[in-house]
């Protein structure tokens, strides 16, 4: 990610920081939840291709359903600079619509290290589970 020299840099890095931080969070939780039922394969397929593609990006089950259509479209900005970064992997399983996303060792490091520099709990002074918001949009 590249060093903030103005505002809208520093905004990019702070989108990045918490998109890099919400992911491993849910990645986290996809590699601990429970084997399902046998009964339950349809779970079961679900869980293997998340853990393998890594996880579905849904913003408004991230973030809730009244988030500002702006804010969904600088976080996927942030996701694709990510991405070109070499510090996410994107999977398009229906054609050329992002549908999940993974991150790479380089992105987990990030991650940890943004984590371990806040204490665990907000980055870059974002609350773990509100994106950062924007005057410009």
Avoid at 21 to 30: G, I, P
Avoid at 84 to 90: E, I, M, Y
């Amino acid at each position: 990610m590249k060093d903030a020299t103005d505002a809208s840099d520093a905004q990019d890095v702070n989108e990045g920081s918490f998109v890099l931080v919400q992911a491993y969070r849910r990645q986290q939780a996809l590699l601990a939840a429970p084997e399902p039922a046998p009964s339950a394969w349809w779970i079961a397929m679900e869980i293997a291709e998340q853990r393998a593609h890594g996880f579905l990006y849904k913003p408004t089950e991230w973030f809730g359903p009244v988030l500002p259509e702006r804010i969904v479209k600088r976080l996927r900005r942030a996701i694709d600079r990510l991405e070109a970064d070499g510090l996410l992997v994107l999977w398009r399983k229906y054609g050329g619509r992002m549908t999940h996303l993974k991150l790479t060792p380089a992105g987990e490091r990030l991650a940890v290290e943004l984590l371990a520099r806040h204490g665990g709990d907000a980055v870059e002074g974002v609350d773990q589970n509100t994106p950062p918001q924007t005057a410009a949009g």
